[in-house]
């Protein structure tokens, strides 16, 4: 599969999962929430997919996901779920782009 491909996919899942974690919590404006939290796993994914930088999967993954992340966890005061999710499935999506994808 191709990486972009791989990395669309890859993002989609990773929004979907972080969304539905995201349902029992009690959060002011919940659907915004849910919505920013959607794109910004998926972007993980899509730019993870797109990139090509002359490092490691999981450490390009690493990169995209804490950029990423960095902004909504600054806005929000929570740091270490929103960083920690974005770094761990960051990591995971580089490491499965960079072994199953293809240019």
């Known amino acids: 599969m191709k990486r972009t491909t791989l990395g669309i996919l890859a993002g989609l899942v990773f929004a979907v999962i972080d969304v539905a974690a995201m349902i029992p919590l009690q959060i002011p404006d919940k659907s915004t929430a849910m919505i920013a939290a959607f794109i910004n796993r998926f972007a993980i994914g899509f730019l993870i997919g797109g990139t090509v930088f002359p490092l490691p999967g999981w450490l390009r993954g690493l990169i995209v996901g804490l950029l990423l992340s960095l902004p909504d966890a600054l806005i ?5 779920p929103i960083l920690g999710v974005g770094i761990i499935g960051g990591i995971l999506i580089g490491m499965i782009v960079d072994k199953w994808g293809k240019e």
């Open 76 to 80: 929000s005061k929570i740091y270490g």
